[in-house]
């Protein structure tokens, strides 16, 4: 009895698996079907998505990089400082709210790179739009030592120690 039992199971059991090698693919109706449910989905989800997550995000970005760019005009001015008497400066282009900016070799007046900043983001600065550092990394006077960065409800201030050229950014 148990002998007919497992010759029986076996006998399914091939027969199952050989069903499953046969079929290799998919047809064209599963396919369309699934292409209509996803589709479906897809309306559904895409209207109830929050973009102004997305809004925050560029300007928590954007005060990064504005951050990571005026580091590195300071250390421009310092690693070329036997060449460079002027150093180096970040500079806002546009008014304010300002569109862009460059870093700028002040001794030869050369871009070294420039930025646009991202629609929805809105940066401002207190005082001058030019950050000016000296060959020892510090501020040269007439330079602006803080930047606003705004977006999506979040606001980020930059700001630039004079005598350090510390830059620190803080989210309000």
Not at 21 to 40: C, D, P, T, Y
Not at 105 to 118: E, K, L, P, Y
Not at 121 to 138: I, Q
């Amino acid at each position: 009895m148990a002998a007919d039992f497992l010759r029986s199971f076996s006998i399914r059991f091939s027969r199952g698996r050989e069903m499953a090698e046969q079929r290799k693919a998919f047809s064209l109706v599963e396919l369309i079907i699934i292409v209509l449910f996803v589709g479906i989905l897809t309306a559904v989800a895409v209207p109830r998505l929050n973009f102004a997550i997305i809004s925050k995000n560029k300007a928590d970005t954007t005060a990064r990089k504005l951050v990571t760019d005026l580091r590195r005009a300071r250390a421009l001015a310092i690693s070329d400082a036997a060449d460079n008497d002027d150093g180096f400066q970040l500079e806002t282009v546009g008014g304010s709210p300002y569109a862009s900016y460059e870093i700028n070799n002040r001794d030869t007046g050369a871009t070294v790179d420039s930025h646009t900043f991202d629609s929805g983001v809105t940066v401002t600065c207190t005082g001058s739009n030019k950050f000016r550092f000296a060959p020892l990394g510090n501020l040269d006077g007439g330079s602006g030592t803080h930047i606003a960065v705004s977006g999506g409800g979040k606001t980020f201030t930059i700001t630039i120690t004079s005598a350090t050229g510390m830059i620190k950014c803080t989210e309000n």
